[in-house]
């Protein structure tokens, strides 16, 4: 058999050399690792009702914190459409006069900050009040007039919200000015709850990122406790720990794949159902709010993510459990 | 140097305490065939799994192909075994892939190419006379048929060394004798082999050089 074998080699001695020497070696890695990644998916075919359930707790694990995140851009959008409304009253001490308070009005409508500032005397702000109000009967009583003049002023809309608290405080310091507020302090506290959720996607997002790693780390630990016989006879056979740890580690890239897929459709499947009652309310804005989704980039971005996290799932479990075994 | 294996010395006991082999110096020429015979835990398997590096000895020296294994570190342990070719009893087949992928597994593993492997593993099969079964799942042969599947798969990477541990364990002594007649076939071709077994009266039949074992201690050869 042997002897054959020599000879029908020994025909063909330039065809057999010159294949190993250039085509083979890249040839054989990238064959090695594509038919890993087939591999992987086989054995998960095998085993699909386990391989599809924890796919979809991944995917529904990753769809948490990225439908918050989606959630918090939409929020962050509509509180900026909203910020352009915002003004700030500055409030005179009652000894500046009328004359002072124009001059301070002129001084910051000329800042690139500031929009708009207009000088509201205490009398306007009576008459302007007693009109809205209709209270007029009741403010007539009063011996004098309770309001303080006071300067409106209007900050720039392209203004972030941390700037604008800033530029709050500098205007709180202006001589003549006995106190600053922004109108809308209730928008304030929209803002603080916005970053308070903001924060809260992350810490989320971080959880159960660490909670995918498990999932997955767990599944390729059992998944490797099922092909102990296997890796024994590998191993036996003269396989590396790298040759062997490689379809797992396909194995944790294609879980964490797939789980963002669902994960995907999960949110698509939320947007559609609540593109109803958002579209109503969108158009409440005159169309001044666009919706956003993930985009291109963010899809892209949870792909990756999937991907990163199953890949460290496995290489975190697949080391440590592959060294335990060895053929006895 | 013209040792394939030599034995100085060698001590294994076990972590229970058990001395499995005590003292044991051989040598096997390459281009011989011995069988390893004893009777049940006289150290067979033991003295095999020392030459496959599945457990180190505990004292004394073994070198293989020139090479002393005390030198052989963790790493290099799989590309020491790809030389080797092991019918260990416990290691049998895998009963998820053919018998095709089964005796391909040592050339995919060295990471040959596709014509590279498939013409090796024909040859291989063709050697034990199970070409035609190439296709089908180790289930569906006899013992007979999966112990030559576990041959090809020994052989089809050309090792200098072929170690068989009870190769013909369960099987009728025709088929044991079909076994062994393929044994020494490859050993005409050049490899060196050892075999383990009880069968001592075939292996009187067949005249090849045999080295006893008795608890541990070498008895003849
Ligand atoms: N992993 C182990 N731990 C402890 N003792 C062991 C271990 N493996 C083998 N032994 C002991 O070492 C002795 C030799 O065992 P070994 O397996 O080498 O015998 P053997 O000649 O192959 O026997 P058999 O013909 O039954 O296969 C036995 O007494 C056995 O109990
Ligand atoms: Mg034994």
Redesign the interface.
């Known amino acids: 058999m042997a002897e054959q074998r020599r000879g029908r080699d020994g025909r063909r001695p330039s065809q057999r050399q010159r294949i190993p020497t250039l085509a083979a070696p890249a040839q054989g890695w990238l064959g090695a690792h594509a038919r890993c990644l087939i591999e992987a998916l086989g054995r998960m075919h095998r085993r699909w009702v386990a391989s599809l359930l924890t796919v979809f707790v991944i995917g529904i694990t990753l769809a948490l914190p990225t439908g918050l995140y989606v959630l918090v851009k939409n929020l962050d959008t509509l509180s900026t459409s909203w910020q352009g409304t915002v003004q700030a009253s500055l409030y005179l001490d009652d000894d500046v006069s009328v004359e002072r308070g124009r001059t301070l009005a002129r001084r910051l409508d000329a800042r690139d900050t500031i929009d708009g500032a207009e000088y509201v005397s205490a009398e306007e702000g009576l008459e302007t009040f007693r009109e809205a109000s209709g209270f007029g009967d009741a403010l007539d009583a009063l011996p004098s007039n309770p309001l303080p003049a006071v300067v409106v002023v209007t900050p720039d809309a392209d203004m972030t919200r941390a700037a604008v608290g800033e530029l709050v405080d500098t205007l709180r310091g202006e001589t003549g000015v006995a106190r600053a507020e922004l109108d809308q302090a209730w928008l304030e506290r929209l803002f603080a709850i916005l970053s308070l959720i903001e924060r809260a996607a992350w810490v989320i997002g971080l959880l159960l990122s660490a909670a995918v790693v498990f999932i997955v780390g767990n599944t390729i630990r059992l998944d490797i406790e099922n092909r102990r016989e296997e890796i024994e006879v590998m191993k036996l056979l003269g396989a590396s720990d790298a040759f062997i740890r490689r379809p797992f580690l396909y194995s944790g890239v294609w879980y964490g794949l797939s789980g963002a897929v669902v994960a995907l459709i999960l949110l698509g499947g939320c947007f559609v159902a609540l593109a109803g009652p958002l579209g109503t309310l969108t158009r409440s804005y005159d169309g001044a709010l666009d919706l956003v989704g993930l985009g291109w980039s963010g899809g892209f971005a949870l792909l990756a993510t999937g991907i990163a996290l199953g890949w460290c799932g496995c290489a975190l479990t697949v080391n440590r459990r592959l060294a335990d075994i060895e053929p006895r | 140097m013209t040792d394939i294996v030599a034995f100085n010395h060698v001590v294994k006991r076990y972590p229970g305490g058990k001395m499995a082999l005590d003292g044991v110096s051989l040598r096997l020429a390459r281009g011989e065939m011995a069988f390893l015979t004893g009777h049940s835990g006289a150290g067979k398997s033991t003295l095999m799994k020392l030459i ?1 590096l ?1 457990e180190r000895p505990t004292r004394g020296q073994v070198v293989i192909n020139g090479t002393d294994l005390a030198t052989v570190r963790r790493r290099q342990i ?7 070719g ?1 019918i ?1 009893q ?3 087949l ?1 009963f ?1 892939r053919t018998v095709f992928d089964n005796v391909a ?2 050339l995919v ?8 492997i498939a013409r090796r593993v024909r ?1 291989a099969l ?2 034990v006379g199970l070409l035609s079964h190439e296709r089908k799942f180790p289930v569906t042969l006899s013992g007979g048929e999966q112990q030559r599947v576990g041959i090809a ?1 020994a052989v089809v990477d050309r090792p200098y060394l072929l170690l068989a541990d009870e190769p013909t364990g369960n099987l009728d002594p025709a088929l044991s004798a079909d076994i062994m007649r393929l044994f020494t076939r490859l050993n005409e ?2 490899t060196s082999i050892m075999i383990a077994t009880h069968a001592i009266d075939l292996v009187q039949r067949m005249g090849h050089r045999r080295i006893a074992l008795d608890h541990g201690h070498l008895e003849a050869g």
């Open positions: 496959g599945i799989p590309r020491y075994r790809q030389r080797l092991l260990f416990s290691y049998n895998l998820d597994l040592p593993i060295r990471g040959l190419g596709h014509a590279d040859a063709d050697t798969r071709t050049g």
